[in-house]
Structures are given as structure tokens and as C-alpha cells.
């Protein structure tokens, strides 16, 4: 069981978290017209990495997202960092 | 014959033990392990192998012990896969060996290593494949296993699990664990050591003295030393699994028959002293009962005070095995030294060892004592990542590369020189560099010879021998994990401690290749067996998911409430005593006729709220809401993006920046994370605030012909318009008073502080009673949901179940802001002719169908169309009614298809979902 280092609690169980997406995947502007192989590659794409990754994840008690870098060969996590921006 | 001596060992001859072997009456003392009873006794067979019956008996005295597997009856409840050598020795326990029957001495199936010429490596494979496997499969299965599960279900069988942590963790509990759990102790370091034995000790009590100090005296010194220095010591716990991010398993056993307790450790830094095992010789016959391990024998004479026989031949040439005869001649014992490296080497006898013949010399003898080396236990040293290199003097794998915060001491690390291995172990203590020191364990390897005659075996539990190592090589299974699945070499419950070294060095030989370059297969937790329940322990039910309980929950107990499980919240499935389904038909039928009083309270109620909040519930719905107004209230879907809808529910917008969602019960958690998780990605978190007030707020709802007069009794204002909301005051109390309908009847939601909720249930009931109107449970309301035709997720619809395909069309074709889920709405798949739509089904009379059952065609076979997905008698009505969902419903309307169920099948005619009311007018009664 790994230890995932949520930016705003601090070091907890794997089981706090909750995988939400690969970092990095945009959401097509659905005003426009989007091509079936766009909204396709948009839902089920991954790129599945070896080795080195960049993640959205959520830690489910307190429900805030981040960013993890980690490396899903050797399961060393790198960094945890908060999505949202510093406050103005 | 006994073997037992007369004094020494770690067993209290004070206190006998009975127990029965295969059905005889055996005797054995407190201390002693069923395996160190039966060879005291004389009992040379233990078991017999997997494949071919052969009779076995000892090679091991701890968790190496590949034979002697044993069904164990205590107490009227048996338990499989007992290894003889672990398992301590209680009065009255009943032990079988696995394999066997009817004894392991007499066993009927014996008969089969006559015909071992025919199952070689890979026989199952080649041999039955024709016609098909599936014929010989259940015979085959029978034949094999381990012992039978108990089908009873035992519930005192459970594991605690625990969390621990350590600065440092000591694994083993030898000399050389002992050492450096006082050095780390001592040095200050939060230190905890783990010993699998119930003693601590390991290969000390083989000692007469250590370090200058008789062994007892010196155990206890650094047990009382580490404790003092405020260290933990863990006996009869075994380290079974190193996992992602240093966590290490460790499973504690108590008394036979009880589940081990998991600990959960996180350790800091892990100090492996888990000693060695002695490898077996490859030479013909050596699998006969009679033949062990040179370490097994100091084992069983130190820790039990046993000999292994009397007559012993000593096959080896380690220094364990020089000091070990000098202690058996002295206890009695006559010993002849052989050189391994004689050929031919062959054992002769069958279920009695009668010789060693070795070369052109034969030596009678009842016992032959075995060693091909010692093989460091690095199983806990690869779970973690750590490498291993090759030693050339040793001729073993020794750790190399460490993993990150492990240090590996003692046996464990290739120093097998006691002095030797406590320096290093309270240098690795203190958490000082260490450097492995040059040992003076030089052997002579006698590694499996391929070519040389007779039946040679690599590993004895699967029964895999030279002969199908050579095979395996002939069909090129070369790799040793194809070697390894190919033959099943090191795939049995010992998971290879005795057979991979042997394994791989035949293969080696095979192809002329360096040991090294051959390599090891993975090593995986757990390193010894350990039972399912340990991982699951009590993880389950209301520790797994706690129900969430209602505020009124004893109110509801007061007037008779079945309280039940309805997702995930613990609710009233009807009141009073009768027949539930006849109770659910009078409750149903009391809400058309007068009011019922509903406990509503686990609808979700999630505030959005801020600048931005508009903006996003109108992307978060498949419904336009920015349109609506405060004070109303919309029903809508939620989707996820792929466009199956996620949850259905309404929503109310209390002002201009401030939306209350009213999910479905079971899935507020489900909602509130989909939330957050685009409120943060995608949206200025900043400007949109999300908060859960399911708990904080009770809702009960009024609903029926008579509503409103239970309400003005209350003198609360009814003047509101179907979906629309007031935020009032009742009893100096706020309450959000809502017009929203889930049974078609005029409804009203209440909502109030949950600690108010009290006073309103016992007021409404109050009301409700001179107009014979009353609660009613889940169980009523549905009936009353579906006679209307309105949904439950996850019940009429389906993980592919889109809006349109429940007549909710509007939005899909004319909402222009995006919304999640939006563009998967106009997949080839969403517009697909022949989509399951939601419908209703009229059986004229008769039980309700079964929810379930499916719509088929008349084809031979038939093809399902759908399925009914709920199904009540409609007390209202007087006639069943269904909801189902249909491949292209709409288009069948009239239509009289037939429902499957079981093999039963019944006529119904499809209609629409709205069965009661369908013009509405019951709405404003």
C-alpha cells in the first residue's frame, strides 16, 4: 500500500485517494463541431505511461484534486502539487 | 521407538500433550510442534506427494518443511494446509495428512508412482487434450489440492488488522536480529523485532554458548536489554510481504484455530536477519523419508530434544554439518561421514531408508542427514527490490544492491559465522556502514548432475524431478519462469524454498551456462501461506460501509418501523408487524386515498453556491437551469461524459447565486465528488463553493389527497405552485417548505434543522392521524413511483441509459451551452435505431412479473429484447404494473411481447411507463 502525500493534508493511506485522470487532457469546446475520433480520443484515450507520469488525483476526505508525478514502474512519487492557482 | 532424549530442549516435559496422527493416539509436550511429536515418536512417513503419492517424510523443521502438510481437527473444526512444523502442538488435536487415504503409511493412491514414467512435466498438456480438457478437468481437480475447506463458515474467524509504525524494524529474531534490535534500541531508534518461533533465539539454541554467554542467559539479556531501551518484540509473527512504499506485512498468530492479526507496519528502516536454509542434494531417491536437512536435524535436537534416527549417514560437508555430528554422537547417535561427491549416489529403501549408496560402497542406515549448502532467505530483500549477486565462495545468492532503507545482517546477508554475524548486526543496529566480512564458509558445490541415473528430485512438494527439468530444457522452456510454469517447479504452497536453487542450477548445468546468468524466478509475497481472511479481516459490512443512520430513527422504532438497508442509509421498509408486502399495499393505498408521511431525510441536499454558480450547475446538467428562477425548482439529469446518466434528482435555486441538488440517496458521495472534481479542474474554484448539508438537514414529505389539510394544521402556508420552494419559519425554526411530487399526488418536502426533526414527525403525525393518514416505508413509495412511471437510478436505468432514451429529449436537441456529457449525446451509438427505452408493461392480471425477467423474441434460440427492471401490484389499480427497458420500447407501444423468467414465460402487453394519472390532475387535488 503506497503513501501519497496529499498537498493540503499531508502524507496518508492510498486508500484516501481517488485516481480522477492523466494530467495534461483537455476538454473539447463541445460549441464547436467536434469529429467522432476527437471526442473519442477526449474519453478514452490514455497514454498509460511507463515509468514516469503526471496525474490528477483526489484525496477523497478532503476532496481537493492535485497534481502527482509519479513513476508507475517503481511507484516513487516525485511531487504532489495543489491544481488551483495561489489566490490573487 | 523413541527418539526423544531425556533432557534438553525448549519443551516442557511437565506438560503432555495428546493428539492423534492419521487416526493413532500420539503423545507430545507443550512446546514441541505436531512434526517434532511424530518424529520423537518414531513416525517416519508424514505425508505423500502431490502427483505421485510417493510417501514422505521430514526434510525441514521450520517454514522450508516441503512435505508434511496436515488437515488439523481442533475443537470439531478442521483447517487445511497445516504445516506440521509450524504448527504448535495442542492437546486433542486431530491431524491428517493431505494427499493420503487412508494414512499417509497405507495410501490407496500409492500405487500411481508405478506408472511415473507417464506424468512427466507437461503431461496434463499433451495428454488431455483430445477430445477436450473439460472431460478430464473435474477428475483431475478432485485429485488434487491440499486438504478440504471446511464449508462450514466460522464466525469467530477473524483478523484484526492494525496500523503500526517503527523507526527501526528487525526482522528475525537469531543472533543476529537480537543484536542489532539492541543496538538500534540502544542508539535511541523507536525499534521493533519480529521473530516467527514463539521463542526468540533462532539458531542460538543450536549453541551451547554465545558470545562468551550460555544461550539462555544470553537471549534474555538482550530481550531485557532491547525492552528496557524501550524496543518492542513481536514472537510468533512472521514478516510475510514487503510492498509498495516499505509496508510490511506482518501477521501475528495466536492459539490454532484463530485467524493471524494483520499489522500494517511502516518502518523506516528494515534490518533483514532472517537466517538461512539448508539446500537439498539431487541424488536418486532422495526424496525418501528418512532424508533431512542437516539444519533441521541441530533444530529438532536443540528446540525438542529429538534425534532424527540413530543409524545417520552425514551427507555433507558445511561446517554446520561438522558441528553437528560431534553433538548427535555425543547424544547417542552413530554417525558415518560421506562424501557427496561420490557417484553413483543413491538412497535405498522405500518407506524405510535402508542404505546411502555411495560409489561402489554401500552404508546401512536409517537416516541420512543432507545439505547442498545454505541459501540465504532473501525473499523479503527481492518483495522490496533489493538485488542479489552471485557468491563464488558461498555458492548462493547473498543481497547486493539494497533497497531503499534495508540493511540485510547475519545468515541472511551470507555471514553464517555467529561472531561474525553480531558484529555486523550491531554495526547494521546503530545504522553504521557495514561491510559483509570474508567467511569461512567454503563448500565444495554439489549441484544436480543432468545424465546421471535414477529418479532425482528438485522439488519434492510438486513432485518435479531432474528428468522433467531435462524435459522442459528438450522442449525449450530455458527461461526459469517457463521452466517454472512448464514443470510447476516452486509453484507449490513451500513456493520453492528448498527446490528453485536445485532448479535453476540443473538448468544451468543443462545448458553449460553460469548460475548466475540463469537467474532466480520472482520472488512474491506472502513467504509463507497466509489465510485469505488475514487480508480481508473484519473489513466488512458496517465496517466496510457504515449505514448511515436517520435522525428520526427512533421515532420511526416507536410506531413500529422494519428498519432495513436502503442504499447505504438504514430506513423504514414499511411500519408494523404484518406481511411486508401486504403492509406495503395498505400504506400505498392509504397515501391515494388520504396522506402518507414519508422520512425523506437521506435525499441528497448539496449547496452550490457563488458568483459562478449559475454557470456551472447549467454545465453540470443535461437540463438548461440557468433559466430558473429563485424560488423554483427543476427536475434534471445529471450525466457523466460519456452520456449515461449519473444520477437524476431536482433542483432548487434559492437565489440568484445559490442552488440547493436534491440527488438520490444512495448516491450523494458519488455527486459531491463529480462536483469537485469539475468545480477544481476546469472552473475557478474560487468562485463556485460546494457544500453537502445532507446530514444537517431532515426532510419529510407530505403527500396524498389530503396534504395540505395535515399542513394547515400545522398552519403552514400550502398557497405555492407545483415545483417552487419558500423559505419559511415553523416552531422559531427555519424551514424550506418545497412542492415537489415523487408519487404524482399533491406532495409537500419539508425540510428543518435535523435536530428539529423530532417536533415535525410527532406534529405531522398528529395531524395526520384524525384523517387516517400515516408513515409509509421505501417499500410503499416505490410502488407509488412506479405507477407513475418516475425512475430510479440504477434500477430502470442501466450504465448505458441516456436521457432520451427515457423520453427526455428537449435539451438534447435544443440546449446550446455545453454541458457535460453533451457531445457524446450525438455518438453513432446514442442515435442508435435500436436503443433500450424505457416503457411500461400491462399483465391483465396474475403476480406482478419478476423484476428481471426478459422480453425475447419469438426466434429459435430467442433474443433478448430488454428486461423488466421493477415490477409491483398496484394496490391503486388493482393490477400489476412494470417499468422495463426495451430494445427501441417507444416504437412497440401495444405491442404484446414475451417475458422470460427461469423458463417461465408470460404474455405483456408494453405500454407507457405512467400507468396512474397520466393527464396529472391528481397534482393539484
Same mark, same amino acid.
Given at each position: 500500500m503506497q503513501i501519497f502525500t496529499c498537498p493540503f493534508c499531508g502524507p496518508r493511506d492510498e486508500r484516501e485517494f481517488h485516481f480522477a485522470a492523466e494530467a495534461g487532457k483537455t476538454r473539447p469546446d463541445t460549441r464547436q463541431q467536434i469529429d467522432p475520433e476527437t471526442w473519442a480520443t477526449y474519453l478514452h484515450a490514455q497514454r498509460n505511461e511507463k515509468g514516469r507520469t503526471r496525474e490528477v488525483w483526489m484525496h477523497l476526505t478532503c476532496a481537493e484534486l492535485f497534481l502527482m508525478e509519479r513513476d508507475s514502474v517503481t511507484m516513487e512519487v516525485y511531487a504532489t502539487t495543489p491544481l488551483r492557482k495561489e489566490p490573487q | 521407538m523413541t527418539l526423544r532424549l531425556p533432557t534438553g530442549g525448549l519443551i516442557d516435559r511437565s506438560k503432555p500433550l495428546r493428539f492423534t496422527f492419521d487416526g493413532k493416539p500420539c503423545e507430545g509436550f507443550q512446546g514441541d510442534t505436531i512434526a517434532s511429536a511424530l518424529l520423537a515418536s518414531g513416525t517416519r512417513i508424514l505425508g505423500r506427494s502431490f502427483k505421485y503419492h510417493r510417501p514422505r517424510g521430514l526434510w525441514g523443521a521450520w517454514v522450508d518443511e516441503p512435505n508434511a502438510i496436515m488437515s488439523v481437527t481442533l475443537n470439531g473444526q478442521t483447517f487445511p494446509n497445516c504445516l506440521a512444523t509450524t504448527t504448535y502442538l495442542e492437546d486433542g488435536m486431530e491431524a491428517r495428512a493431505v494427499n493420503a487415504w487412508p494414512s499417509a503409511q497405507f495410501d490407496v493412491k500409492g500405487g500411481l508412482d508405478l506408472f511415473h514414467r507417464w506424468f512427466a512435466a507437461g503431461f496434463y498438456y499433451k495428454t488431455f487434450m483430445w477430445p477436450d480438457w473439460h472431460l478430464f478437468e473435474p477428475m483431475i481437480r478432485r485429485m488434487a489440492g491440499l486438504g478440504h475447506v471446511s464449508p462450514q463458515h466460522l464466525d469467530e474467524y477473524t483478523s484484526d488488522q492494525t496500523h503500526d509504525r517503527c523507526d527501526t524494524l528487525v526482522i528475525g529474531g537469531g543472533p543476529a536480529g537480537l543484536a542489532a534490535a539492541e543496538a538500534a534500541a540502544k542508539a535511541g531508534h523507536d525499534t521493533l523485532l519480529v521473530e516467527d518461533h514463539a521463542q526468540l533465539g533462532g539458531t542460538a539454541h543450536q549453541l551451547a554458548e554465545i558470545d562468551g554467554a550460555p544461550t539462555q542467559d544470553w537471549i534474555a539479556q538482550r530481550q531485557a536489554a532491547i525492552q528496557s531501551a524501550g524496543g518492542r518484540i513481536l514472537v510468533h509473527t512472521t514478516a510475510f510481504g514487503i510492498y509498495d512504499h516499505n509496508l510490511v506485512g506482518l501477521a501475528q498468530n495466536g492459539p490454532f484455530g484463530t485467524a493471524p492479526r494483520l499489522i500494517r507496519l511502516r518502518a523506516a528502516r528494515i534490518i533483514l536477519a532472517t537466517g538461512a536454509i539448508d539446500r537439498p542434494l539431487t541424488f536418486a531417491n532422495n526424496d525418501r523419508p528418512g532424508i533431512m536437512a542437516v539444519e533441521a536435524a541441530a533444530e529438532y535436537l536443540a528446540r525438542y530434544a529429538t534425534l532424527p534416527g540413530r543409524d545417520i549417514a552425514l551427507l555433507a560437508t558445511t561446517p554446520q554439518a561438522v558441528t553437528l555430528a560431534t553433538q548427535l554422537a555425543q547424544a547417542g547417535a552413530t554417525i558415518t561421514r560421506v562424501v557427496p561427491a561420490q557417484t553413483p549416489l543413491s538412497a535405498r529403501g522405500g518407506k524405510h531408508l535402508k542404505a546411502l549408496q555411495a560409489g561402489d560402497r554401500t552404508h546401512p542406515t536409517d537416516t541420512i542427514l543432507a545439505?547442498?549448502?545454505?541459501?540465504?532467505?532473501?525473499?523479503?530483500?527481492?518483495?522490496?527490490?533489493?538485488?542479489?549477486?552471485?557468491?563464488?565462495?558461498?555458492?548462493?545468492?547473498?543481497?547486493?544492491? /539494497?533497497?531503499?532503507? &534495508?540493511?540485510?545482517?547475519?545468515?541472511?546477508?551470507?555471514?553464517?559465522?555467529?561472531?561474525?554475524?553480531?558484529?555486523?548486526?550491531?554495526?547494521?543496529?546503530?545504522?553504521?556502514?557495514?561491510?559483509?566480512?570474508?567467511?569461512?564458509? @567454503?563448500?565444495?558445490?554439489?549441484?544436480?548432475?543432468?545424465? !546421471?541415473?535414477?529418479?532425482?528430485?528438485?522439488?519434492?512438494? @510438486?513432485?518435479?524431478?531432474?528428468?522433467?527439468?531435462?524435459?522442459?530444457?528438450?522442449?525449450?522452456?530455458?527461461?526459469?519462469?517457463?521452466?517454472?510454469?512448464?514443470?510447476?517447479?516452486?509453484?507449490?504452497?513451500?513456493?520453492?524454498?528448498?527446490?528453485?536453487?536445485?532448479?535453476? %542450477?540443473?538448468?544451468?548445468?543443462?545448458?553449460?551456462?553460469?548460475?548466475?546468468?540463469?537467474?532466480?524466478?520472482?520472488?512474491?509475497?506472502?513467504?509463507?501461506?497466509?489465510?485469505?481472511?488475514?487480508?480481508?479481516?473484519?473489513?466488512?459490512?458496517?465496517?466496510?460501509?457504515?449505514?448511515?443512520?436517520?435522525?428520526?430513527?427512533?421515532?420511526?422504532?416507536?410506531?413500529?418501523?422494519?428498519?432495513?438497508?436502503?442504499?447505504?442509509?438504514?430506513?423504514?421498509?414499511?411500519?408494523?408487524?404484518?406481511?411486508?408486502?401486504?403492509?406495503?399495499?395498505?400504506?400505498?393505498? &392509504?397515501?391515494?386515498?388520504? %396522506?402518507?408521511?414519508?422520512?425523506?431525510?437521506?435525499?441528497?441536499?448539496?449547496?452550490?453556491?457563488?458568483?459562478?454558480?449559475?454557470?456551472?450547475?447549467?454545465?453540470?446538467?443535461?437540463?438548461?437551469?440557468?433559466?430558473?428562477? /429563485?424560488?423554483?425548482?427543476?427536475?434534471?439529469?445529471?450525466?457523466?461524459?460519456?452520456?449515461?446518466?449519473?444520477?437524476?434528482?431536482?433542483?432548487?435555486?434559492?437565489?440568484?447565486?445559490?442552488?440547493?441538488?436534491?440527488?438520490?440517496?444512495?448516491?450523494?458521495?458519488?455527486?459531491?465528488?463529480?462536483?469537485?472534481?469539475?468545480?477544481?479542474?476546469?472552473?475557478?474554484? *474560487?468562485?463556485?463553493?460546494?457544500?453537502?448539508?445532507?446530514?444537517?438537514?431532515?426532510?419529510?414529505?407530505?403527500?396524498?389527497?389530503?396534504?395540505?389539510?395535515?399542513?394547515?394544521?400545522?398552519?403552514?402556508?400550502?398557497?405555492?405552485?407545483?415545483? !417552487?420552494?419558500?423559505?419559511?419559519?415553523?416552531?422559531?425554526?427555519?424551514?424550506?417548505?418545497?412542492?415537489?411530487?415523487?408519487?404524482?399526488?399533491?406532495?409537500?418536502?419539508? !425540510?428543518?434543522?435535523?435536530?428539529?426533526?423530532?417536533?415535525?414527525?410527532?406534529?405531522?403525525?398528529?395531524?395526520?392521524?384524525?384523517?387516517?393518514?400515516?408513515?409509509?416505508?421505501?417499500?410503499?413509495?416505490?410502488?407509488?413511483?412506479?405507477?407513475?412511471?418516475?425512475? &430510479?437510478?440504477?434500477?430502470?436505468?442501466?450504465?448505458?441509459?441516456? /436521457?432520451?432514451?427515457?423520453?427526455?429529449?428537449?435539451?438534447?436537441?435544443?440546449?446550446?451551452?455545453?454541458?457535460?456529457?453533451?457531445?457524446?449525446? @450525438?455518438?453513432?451509438?446514442?442515435? %442508435?435505431?435500436?436503443?433500450?427505452?424505457?416503457?411500461?408493461?400491462?399483465?391483465?392480471?396474475?403476480?406482478?412479473?419478476?423484476?428481471?425477467?426478459?422480453?425475447?423474441?419469438?426466434?429459435?434460440?430467442?433474443?433478448?429484447?430488454?428486461?423488466?427492471?421493477?415490477?409491483?401490484?398496484?394496490?391503486?389499480?388493482?393490477?400489476?404494473?412494470?417499468?422495463?427497458?426495451?430494445?427501441?420500447?417507444? *416504437?412497440? &407501444?401495444?405491442?404484446?411481447?414475451?417475458?422470460?423468467?427461469?423458463?417461465?414465460?408470460?404474455?405483456?402487453?408494453?405500454? /407507457?411507463?405512467?400507468?396512474?394519472?397520466?393527464?396529472g390532475d391528481r397534482l393539484d387535488a
Amino acid at each position: 500500500m503506497q503513501i501519497f502525500t496529499c498537498p493540503f493534508c499531508g502524507p496518508r493511506d492510498e486508500r484516501e485517494f481517488h485516481f480522477a485522470a492523466e494530467a495534461g487532457k483537455t476538454r473539447p469546446d463541445t460549441r464547436q463541431q467536434i469529429d467522432p475520433e476527437t471526442w473519442a480520443t477526449y474519453l478514452h484515450a490514455q497514454r498509460n505511461e511507463k515509468g514516469r507520469t503526471r496525474e490528477v488525483w483526489m484525496h477523497l476526505t478532503c476532496a481537493e484534486l492535485f497534481l502527482m508525478e509519479r513513476d508507475s514502474v517503481t511507484m516513487e512519487v516525485y511531487a504532489t502539487t495543489p491544481l488551483r492557482k495561489e489566490p490573487q | 521407538m523413541t527418539l526423544r532424549l531425556p533432557t534438553g530442549g525448549l519443551i516442557d516435559r511437565s506438560k503432555p500433550l495428546r493428539f492423534t496422527f492419521d487416526g493413532k493416539p500420539c503423545e507430545g509436550f507443550q512446546g514441541d510442534t505436531i512434526a517434532s511429536a511424530l518424529l520423537a515418536s518414531g513416525t517416519r512417513i508424514l505425508g505423500r506427494s502431490f502427483k505421485y503419492h510417493r510417501p514422505r517424510g521430514l526434510w525441514g523443521a521450520w517454514v522450508d518443511e516441503p512435505n508434511a502438510i496436515m488437515s488439523v481437527t481442533l475443537n470439531g473444526q478442521t483447517f487445511p494446509n497445516c504445516l506440521a512444523t509450524t504448527t504448535y502442538l495442542e492437546d486433542g488435536m486431530e491431524a491428517r495428512a493431505v494427499n493420503a487415504w487412508p494414512s499417509a503409511q497405507f495410501d490407496v493412491k500409492g500405487g500411481l508412482d508405478l506408472f511415473h514414467r507417464w506424468f512427466a512435466a507437461g503431461f496434463y498438456y499433451k495428454t488431455f487434450m483430445w477430445p477436450d480438457w473439460h472431460l478430464f478437468e473435474p477428475m483431475i481437480r478432485r485429485m488434487a489440492g491440499l486438504g478440504h475447506v471446511s464449508p462450514q463458515h466460522l464466525d469467530e474467524y477473524t483478523s484484526d488488522q492494525t496500523h503500526d509504525r517503527c523507526d527501526t524494524l528487525v526482522i528475525g529474531g537469531g543472533p543476529a536480529g537480537l543484536a542489532a534490535a539492541e543496538a538500534a534500541a540502544k542508539a535511541g531508534h523507536d525499534t521493533l523485532l519480529v521473530e516467527d518461533h514463539a521463542q526468540l533465539g533462532g539458531t542460538a539454541h543450536q549453541l551451547a554458548e554465545i558470545d562468551g554467554a550460555p544461550t539462555q542467559d544470553w537471549i534474555a539479556q538482550r530481550q531485557a536489554a532491547i525492552q528496557s531501551a524501550g524496543g518492542r518484540i513481536l514472537v510468533h509473527t512472521t514478516a510475510f510481504g514487503i510492498y509498495d512504499h516499505n509496508l510490511v506485512g506482518l501477521a501475528q498468530n495466536g492459539p490454532f484455530g484463530t485467524a493471524p492479526r494483520l499489522i500494517r507496519l511502516r518502518a523506516a528502516r528494515i534490518i533483514l536477519a532472517t537466517g538461512a536454509i539448508d539446500r537439498p542434494l539431487t541424488f536418486a531417491n532422495n526424496d525418501r523419508p528418512g532424508i533431512m536437512a542437516v539444519e533441521a536435524a541441530a533444530e529438532y535436537l536443540a528446540r525438542y530434544a529429538t534425534l532424527p534416527g540413530r543409524d545417520i549417514a552425514l551427507l555433507a560437508t558445511t561446517p554446520q554439518a561438522v558441528t553437528l555430528a560431534t553433538q548427535l554422537a555425543q547424544a547417542g547417535a552413530t554417525i558415518t561421514r560421506v562424501v557427496p561427491a561420490q557417484t553413483p549416489l543413491s538412497a535405498r529403501g522405500g518407506k524405510h531408508l535402508k542404505a546411502l549408496q555411495a560409489g561402489d560402497r554401500t552404508h546401512p542406515t536409517d537416516t541420512i542427514l543432507a545439505s547442498g549448502g545454505l541459501t540465504p532467505l532473501v525473499h523479503l530483500w527481492r518483495h522490496a527490490g533489493g538485488k542479489l549477486d552471485w557468491c563464488e565462495t558461498r555458492h548462493a545468492f547473498l543481497p547486493g544492491t /539494497p533497497p531503499d532503507g &534495508m540493511t540485510a545482517t547475519g545468515a541472511a546477508n551470507g555471514t553464517f559465522d555467529t561472531d561474525h554475524a553480531l558484529e555486523e548486526a550491531r554495526a547494521a543496529g546503530q545504522n553504521a556502514p557495514i561491510k559483509r566480512p570474508e567467511t569461512t564458509h @567454503h563448500i565444495t558445490p554439489h549441484w544436480p548432475t543432468p545424465g !546421471s541415473p535414477g529418479r532425482q528430485w528438485i522439488d519434492f512438494q @510438486h513432485d518435479v524431478t531432474l528428468k522433467d527439468v531435462e524435459l522442459a530444457a528438450r522442449e525449450n522452456y530455458t527461461s526459469v519462469e517457463h521452466l517454472k510454469r512448464y514443470t510447476t517447479l516452486g509453484m507449490a504452497s513451500d513456493q520453492g524454498k528448498t527446490s528453485n536453487m536445485p532448479g535453476l %542450477a540443473a538448468m544451468a548445468a543443462i545448458q553449460g551456462r553460469p548460475i548466475p546468468e540463469v537467474g532466480t524466478t520472482t520472488f512474491r509475497p506472502p513467504f509463507v501461506p497466509v489465510p485469505i481472511e488475514t487480508y480481508h479481516g473484519a473489513h466488512s459490512k458496517q465496517l466496510w460501509t457504515p449505514l448511515k443512520r436517520l435522525p428520526l430513527e427512533p421515532q420511526h422504532r416507536a410506531v413500529g418501523a422494519a428498519l432495513g438497508e436502503y442504499g447505504g442509509w438504514l430506513r423504514p421498509g414499511w411500519y408494523g408487524t404484518g406481511d411486508p408486502a401486504q403492509q406495503a399495499q395498505t400504506e400505498a393505498l &392509504m397515501a391515494r386515498q388520504t %396522506a402518507a408521511i414519508i422520512d425523506a431525510s437521506p435525499l441528497g441536499k448539496i449547496e452550490v453556491m457563488g458568483p459562478d454558480a449559475e454557470a456551472f450547475v447549467n454545465f453540470i446538467y443535461y437540463n438548461t437551469i440557468a433559466t430558473l428562477k /429563485p424560488g423554483r425548482i427543476r427536475y434534471g439529469f445529471m450525466l457523466a461524459e460519456g452520456g449515461a446518466i449519473l444520477d437524476d434528482g431536482v433542483i432548487a435555486r434559492l437565489g440568484a447565486n445559490r442552488f440547493v441538488i436534491s440527488c438520490s440517496s444512495s448516491h450523494v458521495d458519488s455527486v459531491r465528488t463529480h462536483l469537485e472534481a469539475w468545480r477544481q479542474d476546469g472552473n475557478d474554484p *474560487d468562485r463556485i463553493f460546494i457544500h453537502d448539508t445532507t446530514q444537517h438537514w431532515a426532510t419529510l414529505t407530505v403527500t396524498g389527497p389530503k396534504a395540505r389539510q395535515i399542513l394547515d394544521t400545522l398552519g403552514l402556508d400550502t398557497d405555492l405552485a407545483h415545483m !417552487s420552494l419558500r423559505e419559511t419559519t415553523w416552531n422559531d425554526t427555519p424551514l424550506r417548505l418545497a412542492r415537489v411530487s415523487f408519487t404524482g399526488d399533491t406532495s409537500f418536502e419539508l !425540510s428543518l434543522r435535523a435536530s428539529h426533526a423530532p417536533a415535525l414527525w410527532d406534529a405531522l403525525l398528529d395531524a395526520g392521524k384524525p384523517l387516517n393518514a400515516g408513515p409509509i416505508g421505501v417499500e410503499a413509495l416505490s410502488i407509488l413511483r412506479a405507477e407513475k412511471g418516475f425512475i &430510479m437510478i440504477g434500477k430502470d436505468t442501466d450504465g448505458e441509459t441516456m /436521457p432520451h432514451d427515457l423520453g427526455f429529449t428537449a435539451p438534447r436537441q435544443k440546449k446550446t451551452a455545453p454541458f457535460v456529457g453533451d457531445r457524446s449525446l @450525438h455518438t453513432d451509438t446514442a442515435n %442508435a435505431p435500436d436503443r433500450k427505452q424505457l416503457v411500461g408493461l400491462t399483465v391483465p392480471s396474475g403476480p406482478p412479473l419478476p423484476t428481471g425477467a426478459h422480453l425475447v423474441t419469438d426466434d429459435s434460440p430467442p433474443r433478448s429484447l430488454g428486461y423488466v427492471t421493477s415490477s409491483y401490484h398496484s394496490p391503486t389499480l388493482g393490477r400489476p404494473i412494470a417499468l422495463a427497458l426495451v430494445e427501441n420500447g417507444t *416504437d412497440r &407501444m401495444g405491442d404484446t411481447l414475451t417475458a422470460w423468467h427461469l423458463g417461465d414465460t408470460r404474455q405483456a402487453t408494453v405500454s /407507457p411507463p405512467c400507468a396512474l394519472d397520466p393527464e396529472g390532475d391528481r397534482l393539484d387535488a
